[in-house]
Nanobody, 125 residues
């Protein structure tokens, strides 16, 4: 199971850190990702990280503002969001899958097998 948290209301230019905690079969290795979905829009890739923590990929739309990280000891992945904009408003979902390789990451929603419930981020102008 994946439990996302950390969403909320923030003013433009502010910061938030989302967390996604994994429970259950945490002995397995998982590649993790963050996606978001704004009202009336398709789910959009935000960031991904490999199990080996040294391989990350961030969407161009958030590059330089968002960063993904993980703490395997705590079975948790983070999304640090800085310089937030109103267009970042969305429900943010974390996702997981068993990777093909320790350094693999994935940027398409259909590549993931497990999803969290989502956490709402609202950025006011």
């Amino acid at each position: 199971q994946l439990q996302a948290s950390g969403g909320g209301l923030v003013q433009a230019g502010g910061s938030l850190r989302l967390s996604c905690a994994a429970s259950g079969r945490t002995e397995s290795t998982y590649a993790m990702g963050w996606f978001r979905q704004a009202p009336g829009k398709e789910r959009e890739f935000v960031a991904a990280i490999s199990w080996s923590v040294d391989n990350t990929y961030v969407a161009d739309s958030v590059k330089g503002r968002f960063a993904i990280s993980r703490d395997n000891g705590k079975n948790t992945v983070y999304l640090q969001m800085n310089s937030l904009k109103p267009e970042d408003t969305a429900v943010y979902y974390c996702a997981a899958r068993i990777p093909a390789y320790a350094r693999s990451y994935y940027s398409h929603f259909y590549e993931y097998d497990y999803w969290g419930q989502g956490t709402l981020v609202t950025v006011s102008s």
